[in-house]
T-cell receptor, first 114, second 111 residues
């Protein structure tokens, strides 16, 4: 157990559906991240929340909408996704400020968009 | 742009031998480099961090080096075991203090 839990582990959705991914961390960290991981590609940082405020949004399409109600919980709301959005979505947490930025990951949600 | 590159080809190593993986960075000088292990269907797990002023870092059978002249880090696993088979990711902080990642190298240890 890494201390970061993601649900669901697998998700299949149509292009018109709305769904949400959930992440919870039990490490007492105050920064949380959403990453997208596609096969044979580096992890792509999508969103960063530090002290519950969004500090980074790497030009992610608006069909992805993050929410961070407190330092332990992070959501990624999905709507009208495209097939190219199929990937592994990873949540991570770290302690900020920390110059090393060592991150702890959940097991991910494998998303398939039909 | 700041970039990290890892060998995309899978590395096949005989059990008991030393596995060496490479991480190269371009267009910046990171203060730290990190190595993670990722198993299929799981998230990455942090293994080791090395600072720019450290030449070498060890943890049990793992050793990491950092060569700022070559702009490269090497990750070694000695006395490799089939259980070491996984994808190994290299990461470092960019100028915005966020991690940028290599695509990872898949390591296969054959019995």
């Amino acid at each position: 157990e890494t201390g970061v839990t993601q649900t669901p582990r697998h998700l299949v959705m149509g292009m018109t559906n709305k769904k949400s991914l959930k992440c919870e961390q039990h490490l007492g960290h105050n920064a949380m991240y959403w990453y997208k991981q596609s096969a044979k590609k580096p992890l792509e940082l999508m969103f960063v929340y530090s002290l519950e405020e969004r500090v980074e949004n790497n030009s992610v399409p608006s069909r992805f909408s993050p929410e961070c109600p407190n330092s332990s919980h992070l959501f990624l709301h999905l709507h009208t996704l495209q097939p190219e959005d199929s990937a592994l979505y990873l949540c991570a947490s770290s302690q900020a400020p920390d110059r090393t930025n060592i991150q702890y990951f959940g097991a991910g949600t494998r998303l398939s968009v039909l | 742009s700041q970039k990290i590159e890892q060998n995309s080809e899978a590395l096949n190593i005989q059990e008991g031998k030393t596995a060496t993986l490479t991480c190269n960075y371009t267009n910046y000088s990171p203060a730290y480099l990190q190595w993670y292990r990722q198993d299929p269907g799981r998230g990455p797990v942090f293994l080791l961090l090395i600072r720019e002023n450290e030449k070498e870092k060890r943890k049990e059978r793992l050793k990491v080096t950092f060569d700022t002249t070559l702009k490269q880090s090497l990750f070694h696993i000695t006395a490799s075991q089939p259980a070491d088979s996984a994808t190994y990711l290299c990461a470092s902080m960019d100028s915005n203090y966020q991690l940028i990642w290599g695509a990872g190298t898949k390591l296969i240890i054959k019995p």
